[in-house]
């Protein structure tokens, strides 16, 4: 049987009322006793039946997306996805800018205003298992990226190993054999950049190619300026890359400005890659070749799972899910032979 308010109750020795307002977090608790009740909530994992509590309350049809960085031009092409595909469904997306920090995370799924929205897309960098709990979560969400594996909700995370796999093994299909990386990241919110740092080296490993550590430049984040910033670096070296694999489309932007300054041609002097294919780096001179995550079906089904759980459509346990995406090659690795397909290669079968 599972643990009702009741049990709660009678553990902590309060009210089922009492019970109700520390499971929503309401501020009518005194401190002694809400712990008296989160421990008994713990003792007998008591957790609230989200998909029942959210049929009974009025449908708001306001979804919110939480975003790390509004800076990046993935998250608002992604959020512009998300938007549409909102939309279709007759919702409204709440955009809510997290600076990427565990206070703002825990806010957006317990605390910013849940009585304006109905469940939560979430891109978390912060956030530890224990947070997003059912327990401590006051609407339901879905997970985005690279964070929180087995968390009891919905996730959907690209499959980076592969594709940085496929980003390297492009660069070497191209006779590059002196091949750097940046932006690798050693900090609890790096896992994207470890996950394609693996990639690389599997790539580089199944080539029997060396990885010269010389030639992989840390980024403390991932924008133009951390880019260019490494690429001077590697410039400095002697003999210095013929590529470079960039973790995302901001960093090979910046290293391909400090290429030019520097009087070298990309990609007859050094090789680029990025991730993410932004629109930016359709318009760059070179174009860039890029990893292309599926972003309209990320979009797709993070509204999709969300509003299933909310409508009580999806009842099972949570599941991980993998959108397609795809090698996009233009002029930054194969200059003029780039052409108006640009090379796309197809999407896995996952």
């Known amino acids: 049987m599972a643990t009702t308010l009741k049990d709660v109750a009678e553990r902590a020795g309060v009210s089922i009322k009492t019970v109700s307002n520390v499971v929503r977090d309401l501020p009518l608790v005194a401190p002694e006793t809400r712990e008296r009740v989160r421990a008994a909530i713990e ?18 049809g306001v979804l919110a997306l939480a975003i790390a960085d509004l800076d990046i031009p993935y998250f608002s092409e992604v959020g512009k996805a998300v938007i549409a595909a909102a939309a279709a469904e007759g919702y409204t997306v709440l955009i809510d800018y997290t600076g990427g920090t565990r206070d703002n995370e825990r806010h957006v799924i317990n605390g910013l205003r849940p009585h304006l929205i109905d469940g939560v897309i979430l891109s978390p960098l912060a956030l530890e298992m224990e947070d997003v709990q059912p327990s401590h979560v006051r609407v339901p969400i879905v997970l985005l990226g690279e964070r929180l594996f087995g968390a009891p909700w919905d996730h959907i995370v690209i499959d980076n190993v ?13 006779g590059r054999r002196r091949i ?24 580089m490993n199944a080539a029997g190619m060396p990885v010269d550590p010389a030639l992989v430049v840390e980024a403390p984040s991932f924008h133009r300026v951390n880019g260019a910033e490494a690429m001077r670096h590697l410039l400095t070296l002697h003999p210095g890359p013929d590529a470079v694999f960039c973790f995302n489309d901001l960093l090979a932007l910046g290293a391909m400005r400090a290429l030019h300054q520097a009087g070298r041609r990309v990609p007859d002097d050094v090789a680029v890659v990025g991730f993410d294919d932004i629109e930016e780096g359709h318009f760059s001179t070179p174009s860039l070749t890029s990893i292309a995550p599926d972003k309209w079906e990320i979009a797709r089904l993070a509204v999709s ?12 346990p949570p599941e991980r899910f993998q959108p397609p995406y795809w090698l996009v090659v233009r002029e930054s690795t194969v200059g003029a032979a780039a052409n108006s397909t640009f090379g796309a290669v197809a999407p896995p079968q996952l």
């Open 162 to 174: 592969s594709a940085a796999r496929l980003a390297t093994n492009h660069l070497i299909g191209l």
């Open 43 to 60: 003792q007998l994992h008591y957790r609230p039946n989200l998909t029942a509590r959210h049929l009974r309350k009025a449908r708001l």
């Open 305 to 316: 799972l969300l509003l299933a759980r909310l409508r009580g459509e999806r009842t099972g």
């Open 180 to 203: 750097g990386v940046i932006g690798l990241q050693d900090t609890s919110a790096g896992e994207t950049a470890r996950q394609r740092w693996r990639g690389f080296q599997e790539a």
